[in-house]
DNA sequence: CTTAGAGTGTGGTTAGACCACAGGGGATCC
DNA sequence: GGATCCCCTGTGGTCTAACCACACTCTAAG
């Protein structure tokens, strides 16, 4: 075993045995390392990692915002896994955009009808609806409508997969956009579909607004031209 | 930019542009260091990441097994991240099972036919009749044989989702086992099911399957007693 | 031709030093 | 006495240099 896992293995009992937990903060390095007898090397690969896989968060001076203190952003550790096996091109983007549609059509007919997020939603799509915004803008809104839509359904782990899935297509999704002919068409529609599934979520009509993510998702990406094998 | 992001992402735009590739060999540390202009510790803390991502596998002496070479195992990433942030206990086991049924509902539904993963699940099933098994071998055999379900789908994604799924919850699932009233019943039931899926989804009678799934899962866990808060 | 040994290059680990940063508390000034 | 400034301390961030264990490869001895 090599040493630098001997540290996360002593990080991940205290969280399991609860004498860590997020917001609390994680022994300096440099007393970590004296009392596991390990250099501080290892100790930092270790956090290293961990703060890779959004487990802690590293900061620099002295108060209550410095030191490495325990945080929880599953989705920070998926999507940059995810996204760095896209880039060896053994996740094909078909596969991400497919498992998307079922996650996401699972997570809209689940929805908790009283969740906050759906108000949450309903205000996006008010921003959404302003003429003033840029594609960008759009993007950013349509992005964060997705994901309230996701989280009202109340299932952490489908949240955290559905977060992750879009942040490790965003770079591809954006290039997606220079292949439409008409964008100001396709976000008139865009916006119609939003609404549609919006309301099908809140009649709790959940196999309805299952086949309309669905097939918003997949239209959209029909539209854009999905490629096989694109640069 | 913290230095060793930089390698990071020198190291992703290698995987992108195609340079690098599963199989491939990153340059050794020292030359890394060197070409990048950074010191080795911040190149080690880089690869520490990808290693944990399971992007690269470290091997040590000189060789064709050695050096940093880049593998490809999503599902290392996010069961180690998974596992981690069920350990913060911001990821209730509740919504992992319930992830899994979801995904694995899908899987057996879409199955391919002709996929030779069906041929590796029936072997399984097999291994699983025989009387001589203990405990553990049987809950790792059918371990495998719901992997290769879900492998059956096609679908990179899910599969890496739901092998790591399986991973962040092993050691949860066989201290259920524990808490069985009697083993031997409860893996004669579980045989019978198995056999079910198998034939659901060899008959192409993909909502069957993904029923007969979803109640597998969901009786297995009833039955073992899914405790919200146990220790 | 076989085999035992030295050589070479790899990651693994450690020690020690220096830096930038941010807060805290004491010394100073009004 | 109160407000302000500045040094002190402790944090993570980075780097250098050295040594180790390992596994192959080449060489020279048998």
Redesign the pocket.
């Known amino acids: 075993?090599?040493?630098?896992?001997l540290v996360l293995a002593w990080i991940e009992t205290e969280l399991s045995e609860g004498r860590l937990a997020v917001g609390g903060r994680?022994?300096?390095?440099?007393?970590l390392?004296e009392q596991l007898?390990?250099?501080?090397?290892?100790v930092?690969?270790a956090?290293?990692i961990l703060e890779a896989m959004g487990v802690v968060r590293?900061?620099?001076?002295?108060?209550?915002?410095?030191?490495?203190v325990v945080i929880s952003d599953p989705t920070a550790a998926l999507g940059s896994a995810l996204r760095l096996h896209v880039a060896t091109q053994h996740l094909p983007v078909e596969d991400i955009v497919e498992t998307r549609v079922l996650l996401e059509s699972w997570a809209v007919s689940h929805a908790k009808p009283g969740s906050p997020q759906l108000a949450v939603a309903t205000r996006l799509l008010g921003e959404m609806d302003a003429e003033a915004v840029s594609v960008d803008e759009f993007l950013a809104l349509d992005v964060r409508f997705h994901l309230a839509l996701a989280d009202a359904a109340g299932n952490a782990v489908v949240s955290a997969m559905m977060g992750s899935l879009r942040e490790s297509i965003t770079g591809y999704a954006s290039r997606l956009t220079g292949n439409l002919p008409d964008w100001d068409a396709t976000a008139a529609r865009l916006r119609v579909e939003h609404h549609g599934i919006l309301a099908a979520v809140q009649d709790h009509d959940g196999d309805r607004a299952a086949r309309l993510v669905a097939d918003h998702i997949e239209g959209y990406y029909k539209e854009a031209g999905l490629a096989s094998g694109g640069t």
């Open positions: 075993m090599k040493t630098h896992q994680i022994p300096a390095e440099r007393s390392a007898k390990v250099s501080r090397t290892s930092r690969e956090i290293r590293a900061g620099v001076g002295s108060g209550p915002e410095a030191g490495t």
